[in-house]
């Protein structure tokens, strides 16, 4: 499934912006978000520890609050990605609605890396991307006349998604990025690439 860019632009420079998309393809919706903030917003101390562990942190982001079950997420992963040659923090929550005869589920995906900034110092990329699917014999509006035997399955929707999420990924450049003091202190990963989550 094709994914447009917001108004064909070009990927750009990532410092100080927001870069989103909204896709519409038969059978789903798509939004995917680029975006860099100062690590003052969210202070995630393992995105700048060479030695952090991040299995743990994945543990703990992996438990169902009483919160989580309010909201109606009925599931949530945590993992560990590369972005960008940057190591980050992957996670993944879903909510559903509806039984055997009408379905909607969503799938909700974020990114997050740390990284140094040649004048500001912290500061975190966060890529954001979901879809959204009405299964069963339930339609969104936009395809209401379409036979359910000509729309794609959640699977194809699911793996659309991340296929162009992985290849806008390949185009990350962030700009100012202090690449010296990052490799000084162990935290860029040339050798690692970014690799498609199983969730």
Known sequence: MPIRRAAGKKPRLLKDTSIYIDSRPKGASYTIEFQTYPFKWMLINILFDKDGDYEASNKRADILTENN???????????????????????????????????????????????????????????????????????????KNIPRSELPTVKQVEDGLKQAVKKLVSTIKIKNLDRERMEKEGLMHYDKKFAISEY
């Open 69 to 143: 079950k309010e909201q109606g997420i009925g599931y949530k992963k945590s993992w560990t990605v590369y972005v960008a040659d940057l190591k980050c923090l992957g996670g993944v929550f879903s909510r559903s609605r509806g039984g055997v005869l009408k379905s909607l589920s969503s799938k909700n995906y974020s990114l997050t890396c740390g990284y140094y900034d040649k004048v500001e110092g912290r500061r975190l990329l966060i890529v954001d991307y979901r879809y959204s699917y009405a299964g069963n014999e339930l339609r969104l509006q936009k395809d």
